[in-house]
C-alpha cells in the first residue's frame, strides 16, 4: 500500500517549523507493512488543498494529513476532504464533550469556535485526542483512507502511535519489525568498520545505521508475520553487534541514556546528586524525565558562579585561584564535595567551557571536566567536545550519563 | 514568484531526516520577494522524480530542489532535469578540478563516481560548493527557473545564503518582510477573538496566527520594496495587536522566553537563583542557554526530595509535614531561603507534581506552585497545567520565565 503524507500549514511554507509530522510518521508507516511514497506540503488555501488532495489520492492508496483541524478559520482539512468525499460534517457529541472537559480541566472558557473542532465527517472513525482539542477522524472510500491529524507533535504522535497504527497493522499483510540499537563512544565510521560485513550481507533483517546527536543507531528491521517470528529473526543478528562492539551498545530497546543511566541507579538502589556548571542544570533536568527518579535523586546544585562553588559547594578558594574553575582539581573537589552536602552513596560533578566565549588557548570552548565520587575516592574524565554551545552541552551530559552507566555496569 | 521545493531523497520518505532544508529554504526566499506555496518530497525513483518535477514545473514559477547530486547511480536530479528541458549534461572542468582539490585537502582518493558529479545541464549557472564536492547549478528556461542544490544541510545552506539568495534578489519586484510576534498566557482561540477584525481585514500587512508548545505566534508580513517600508507598514499593526493584548505580547523579534526573560535580568542587573522541585533543573538549564547569563545567575539548587528541601534549603519541617511538599507554605520558603542561600536579589522557587504517578484527589497531576521572593516578601502562583509530563514540566519553565519577566516590567 502506497501512502502519502500531506501536510497543510502555511507555518510550514513560511520556514516556521520543520515537518517533523512526516518524518516521525514515514519512520513507522513501516511497522505496519505501509511505504511512504510522497510527502507534500500545502498552505492554509482551499484551492490549492483540494488540488493537493486529488492529486494524493490519484496516486496514493492513503493520504495521511496533519494540522488544519484547529478553532480558526483558517483551518480547512476537514472542510477540504468532506466535500472530496460528498459527505457532511455532522456534530461528534462525544467530541464536545471532550473539548468542554478539557476546557474545564485548564480552567479557561470554550469560545464558539472550539465547537467547530467537534464537527467531523459523516461515517468517519474518530481518533481522540487526549492532549489537545482537535480530535482526528479516519475516512474510507472505496480502495482508499484518508488519516486527518491535529497539526501538533505532542497531540498528533500519541493519536498516530495509540489508533492510526492499530488501524493499519489489521490491514496488514505482512509487518516490519525493528529493533534499534542505541550506541555511544565509538564513531559512526569506526563502528561501520567493526560491522560492515553484517551489513553488506544483510538480506532479512536489514541492519541500517544512522548518525545523530553525537551517538550512532543501528535499526535491525525484520520482515515477518508477527511479532515472534521477527524476534526470533532479529535476536541472533543483535548478539552478533553486541559481541563486535561491546558496552558502547547501551540499549537494544531504542532506550535514550538518561532512562539506562536512571534505571540502572533505581534497580540498585544508587543515591546519587550533582554539582553542575558548564551545563547550567541540564544533566539534572534530563535525568528528572524519568518518572520514579526521586527514589534515588536527593538533589543537585547548579554552581555557576565561582562563589557558589567556593560557598555553597565549599571548594577550596586555593584551588579555584590555582587551577581555575575548569580544571580535573576543581571538578573532583565538586563532586567529593555534593557528595556530602546532598548525602550520597555518588556525587557527580561537571565544569567545563561551553562557549561560545570564555575560551582560551590553554582552555578551548569545547574542554570539560567531569569526576564522580564514592565513597572510596574520586575520577576525573576529562573531554575535549566540539560544536556550538548547545552540542556541547548536550554532548557532556551525554558523557556523565555514561559515566554513571559504566561505574555501575563494573561495580554491581 | 510562486516556488516550490522539490526535496529528493529516499532517507526523507524513511523518516531518517526532517527536511530541514525546506525549512531553511522557506524561511529565507521571503526576504526576496519569492512565496514559498508547496514542498514535496520524493524518492531516489527517476519515473516519480519527473512526475513531480513536470507538475512543480506546472505550477510554480521557480523549482528549488535539494539532493540527488550524489556521487552515486541513485543520484538523479540532474539527469531528470536536463531530460525535461532536452539539454545535455556537459563536463565543468572547473568544478572538477575543484572536485580534485577537496579530495586532495581531506587526503582520500577521489573515485571516478566522483567525476559524475562534475557533469552540469548546458547553459546553467554553477553553484560553488564550499564544503562538500556536488556543485549546484541554476537553469532558465523561459519563464521558469529550477535550482539545483546538494542535500546536506551544511553544503546547502551556505550556497544557498552566498548564491542563490543573491541571484533572485536581483530579479526581485518586491520582498516579503515579517515580524513574529510571541503570546503567552492566552489561548489561541482567546487571542483571536480579540483581533479577529484585523486579521479578517487584512490586506497588507497580513497577519497570521499559530500554537505551539502552550504558546502563540502571530506573524505579521508586509508585502513591500524594501526593509524600510515593510518597517513602516508593520509598525503600526504590531502597535495595534498590542494594545489589544497587552503584556502577553512577549517579544516582538520572534526570541523565546528564555531570551526575553534572560536579557531583562543582565539588562537590569539582577541577580537571581532557583530552587527547583519538580522541574528538576530544567529551567536552569534553559536560561543558560542564553550566553552571558552568568553575569546574573549565581547558580540554583534542584532539592527534589524533601530531606534536601529541609536541610539544604531549610524548609521548616512543620511545613513539610503539615502542608506537603507541593503547597504554597512549601514553594515561599524555597524561594525566600534560595534568595538568602544563593545570597542574590531574587530568588524564585518550584515544587509541583509533573506525573505520571503522585496526583491526588486534592492535589492533582499538574498542580504547580511558583513564588518569587525579593527583598520586600515574596509571592506565590498557583497554576494547573495539563499534559504529560514533558509538557507539564516545559510548561512550568514557560509561566516561571513568564513570572520573572512580569515582575521586571513592572518593578523596573
Redesign the interface.
Known sequence: MKAEIL?V????????????N???????L?EVGV??????????NPS?LK??LD?ALK?SDIVIMTGGL???K?DLTKETVAEAFGRELVLHQESLDKIKE?FD?????M?E??KKQAFLPEGSLIIENN?GTAPGCIIEDGSKVVVMLPG?P?EMKPMFDETVLAYFSKKASFKLVSKFLRIFGIGEAAMEERIIDLIDNQTNPTI?P?AKDGEVTLRVTARCQNEEEGDTLIKPVIEEIKNRLGEAVYSVDNKNMEEVAGELLIKNNISIS?A?SC???????R???I????AV?????????N??KA??LGVKEETLNTYGAVSSYTAEEMAVNIRK???TKLGLSITGIA???GGADDKPVGLVYIALADENGVECTRLNLWGN??RI?NNTVLNALDIIRRYILKKY
Do not use: W
Open positions: 501536510a500549514g502555511t507555518e510550514l511554507l513560511m520556514g516556521q517549523i520543520a515537518n517533523t512526516a518524518q516521525y510518521i514515514s519512520g513507522r513501516p511505504g511512504v511514497y510522497y510527502h507534500t506540503v500545502v498552505g492554509d490549492r488540488d493537493c492529486l496516486r484547529g478553532p480558526t483558517d478539557f480541566k485548564i480552567q479557561r472558557t469560545t469556535s472550539n492532549n501538533p505532542k541500517a544512522y550533582f553542575e551545563t547550567g542544570g541540564l544533566l539534572s533536568a535525568i528528572t524525565e518518572p520514579g527518579i526521586s535523586l536527593a538533589g543537585s546544585m547548579v554552581t555557576y558562579s562563589d557558589i560557598n555553597n552536602v546532598m548525602n562557549g561560545p566565549d554551545r548547545n552541552r
